[in-house]
Nanobody, 124 residues
Framework: QVQLVESGGGLVQAGGSRRLSCAAS????????TSWFRQGPGKEREFVAA????????DYADSVKGRFTISGDYAKNTVWLQMNNLKPEDTAVYFC?????????????????WGQGTQVTVSS
């Protein structure tokens, strides 16, 4: 089992920045991909960004490309999501998730491990 704990959420003004952290514990070596998802009010959970443990492959949703950066330090079992130029539409609960397969997927059902989420609110 793997436990994921997100932190770093809060209230930020539009145009501002925020960095989210995802700390992993347990059998972390079983996780190939760590991804961030978000769920806005009244919306479905959607993919935001992903990073592969081996090889450093990264992927981003079009809506955040150029504004968000995902990175990881596996010695610290931590993945970060640096969010810049935030917009009100970025307001959501952000979740960290872990996928055991080496094949990448953006689908929420393909992730075995989830954190509790951290709220990010962007004011206009």
């Amino acid at each position: 089992q793997v436990q994921l704990v997100e932190s770093g959420g809060g209230l930020v003004q539009a145009g501002g920045s925020r960095r989210l952290s995802c700390a992993a514990s347990g059998r972390t070596e079983s996780v190939y991909f760590t991804s961030w998802f978000r769920q806005g009010p009244g919306k479905e959970r959607e993919f935001v960004a992903a990073i592969r443990r081996f090889g450093g492959i990264k992927d981003y949703a079009d809506s955040v490309k150029g504004r968000f950066t995902i990175s990881g330090d596996y010695a610290k079992n931590t993945v970060w999501l640096q969010m810049n130029n935030l917009k009100p539409e970025d307001t959501a609960v952000y979740f960290c998730a872990g996928r055991r397969s080496p094949v990448f997927s953006r689908g929420t059902s393909s992730y075995s491990y989830w954190g509790q989420g951290t709220q990010v609110t962007v004011s206009s």
